[in-house]
Each structure stands twice: as C-alpha cells, then as structure tokens.
T-cell receptor, first 109, second 113 residues
C-alpha cells in the first residue's frame, strides 16, 4: 500500500467554484502534514502546513482527520491562477517525507 | 538570497556515463534532500542529509551517491547512468531536520539515452 494516496483528478471547475481534495495516508504514526502546489514543469512550493485543529489561509482551508487518516484541502472562490497540481505530503516524524502523486486542478473561465 | 540553486537545468547522457547534479542553498539550512519525480509516481526521496558530514538513504538510493562536505552544498552523483534514471530531479532544503516544510530548487531534467 502506498504511504500517501490522492485522487489524480483532473478536477475541472468554473471560476468562483469551491473545490475539495482529499488525501489518505497509511501510517498512523505520521506527524506532519503539508499541501504543496506544483505548476506545470516547475518545482513544488509549500501552500500550507496542516494542523490538527485545522487551519485557514485566505481562500484555502486544510483539515486533518487522524482517526480516518486523511487530510483535505478546500479552495473557495477558485481563481484561474489556482490551476495547478496539488501535492499531499506526509512526514512520520523522522527525516523522510512521502509525497502523493498529486491532484490536477484546472479552473475554467 | 538565491534559495536553492540546482545546476544544470537540462542534461542528456549516454548509458554508462557518470555525472554530478549540483545543489546549493544559501539559507543555512541543516536538512537537504534529493528527489526524483516520474509520471504517476510522485516525488520519491533518493538521499538526504541532516547536516555536514551526515547523509542517509531514502526510498530509492540505488545508483546514486551523495556527500555533504559543507552546509551549503549537496551534490548528487550518478555512477553509471541507466535509462531508468531518466527523470526530473529536485533538490530541497529545510531549516531543521524532522518534518519542517521544504524549499525546492527548480529541478534538473535528465535524459539517459
């Protein structure tokens, strides 16, 4: 079983829509969780860390459900510039990070 | 402050050749790592380092060597290139070991013929 699994999509949504991505992780000892954004042929960039109590950064909300071992990312009021691949990243508390394969989002005018 | 700098950006090699991918960071980060990204596989950790003189293997270390003689530099060496090593390689760093978010370089696209 993969450490981290994501629905690859693609998600095609109109501007202004709300879209949610889920990511599941296999190891219950995982301690740190992140969402990264990767534009086509570019490097991944940190979007936000995910905290146990959930956290929000503008139009982006991240949630962690330890009991079900999944994290989610909600994007409200989607913009064209949100089109990218969103990567779920998990760390068990050591020095190794595990990346999901990414979920592709296209926001349509 | 350049962040994480990778060179070269593109490289084509023949099977059996060796080469070194360079990675440097100017943020005084303790933790550095190398990943490869292949279609449908996500990023996979090759090697990482938690400080000068300390390196360890990640998920897919075979065929690659690393060293960390300074805090700033973390080169990745391909000993004898194989077509299976065709990939996009990313170097990343973070301030501390153990779960801190990472800053990535802009990648090296490597093709092995």
């Amino acid at each position: 079983r993969k450490e981290v699994e994501q629905d690859p999509g693609p998600f095609n949504v109109p501007e202004g829509a709300t879209v949610a991505f889920n990511c599941t992780y296999s190891n219950s000892a995982s301690q740190s969780f992140f969402w990264y954004r990767q534009d086509c042929r570019k490097e991944p960039k940190l979007l936000m860390s995910v905290y146990s109590s959930g956290n929000e950064d503008g139009r982006f909300t991240a949630q962690l459900n330890r009991a079900s071992q999944y994290i989610s990312l909600l994007i409200r009021d989607s913009k064209l510039s949100d089109s990218a691949t969103y990567l779920c990243v998990v760390n068990r508390g050591g020095n190794q990070f595990y990346f999901g394969t990414g979920t592709s989002l296209t926001v349509i005018p | 402050n350049a962040g994480v700098t990778q060179t070269p950006k593109f490289q084509v090699l023949k099977t059996g050749q060796s080469m070194t991918l360079q990675c440097a960071q100017d943020m005084n980060h303790e933790y550095m790592s190398w990943y490869r990204q292949d279609p449908g596989m996500g990023l996979r950790l090759i090697h990482y380092s938690v400080g000068a003189g300390i390196t360890d293997q990640g998920e897919v270390p075979n065929g690659y060597n690393v060293s960390r003689s300074t805090t700033e530099d973390f080169p990745l060496r391909l000993l004898s290139a194989a077509p299976s090593q065709t990939s996009v390689y990313f170097c990343a760093s973070s301030l501390q070991r153990g779960g801190q978010p990472q800053h990535f370089g802009d990648g090296t696209r490597l093709s092995i013929l």
